[in-house]
């Protein structure tokens, strides 16, 4: 009895230290709340303040919010000075935070819209990485879950030329991180979900139907997706994790 409950510790996030990304709607909305139902102490942030406060105002603990563009480098950097102020340190960073167009096929995406999928998908958890893992490195401990996309494994007409290069780039850099970061002992995880129901799918040239939607992922079980990678002891370690709806063809 006394071994199951010291396992039963050992996985609680009760009192640990969360930063999301993206936490004002969608899947990011979703982890937020259900971390801070763990008893973590939940920092969400994305552009909107307005958003974040709704999203804080749903939680039965004190949620903080602070506003940041993580496509701006400076705004992450200020984002990230103001949370280590505010906490001893960092346990869990979630990178949730992304967009689409609704024109991305090849011959109608724009310039200007390849470099906004690609500064905010890809660059943007790359500057929340980079100012980050410091946080983690000093304590040689740490868990980085990016929400990345089936996208990001096999692109298709449906993503989009920027969106698929965009996920593929976000893949290649929790891969590439999590193996620069072994001897610190802080772990990328990189989910990667098929279709699921949030506020992105109003940018795709034909929205879905709320038919549809309601056969499709809900944020919901992405976030149960993320805790559980969270509730993980520090000696396992989930590279990548892909979820999509049962009715959804994996090609």
């Not at 449906?158 to 893949?171: E, H, I, P, Q, R």
Request: proline share 5%; hydrophobic share 45%.
């Amino acid at each position: 009895m006394r071994g199951w409950v010291g396992i039963v510790r050992r996985m609680s996030l009760a009192e640990q230290n969360a930063l999301v990304l993206g936490g004002g709607s969608g899947m990011g909305e979703a982890i937020a709340l259900a971390l801070a139902a763990e008893g973590m102490n939940v920092v969400i942030a994305g552009r909107r303040l307005e958003k974040l406060d709704a999203v804080a105002a749903q939680s039965n603990t004190e949620m903080l919010t602070h506003t940041a563009d993580v496509g701006d480098r400076e705004s992450v950097k200020a984002l990230f000075e103001w949370f280590a102020g505010k906490f001893d340190r960092l346990h869990l960073l979630v990178n949730s935070a992304g967009v689409n167009v609704p024109k991305r096929s090849m011959s109608e995406l724009a310039p200007e819209d390849w470099d906004k999928l690609m500064r905010i998908n890809s660059t943007g958890a790359f500057n929340c990485m980079h100012f980050g893992l410091p946080l983690m490195r000093h304590h040689k401990a740490g868990l980085i879950i990016n929400i990345s996309s089936i996208a990001g494994l096999r692109a298709s007409h449906l993503g989009g030329v920027g969106y698929n290069a965009s996920k593929f780039a976000m893949n290649a850099l929790g891969t590439s991180a999590s193996g620069d970061e072994l001897d610190n002992n802080i772990r990328i995880t990189t989910i990667c979900p098929g279709e699921v129901d949030t506020p992105i799918l109003d940018d795709r040239p034909q929205p879905p139907s709320a038919e549809h939607r309601t056969t499709i992922l809900q944020a919901s079980d992405v976030a149960e997706m993320a805790v559980a990678v969270a509730k993980l002891p520090p000696r396992a370690h989930v590279p990548e994790l892909t979820i999509k709806p049962t009715s959804q063809l994996f090609v």
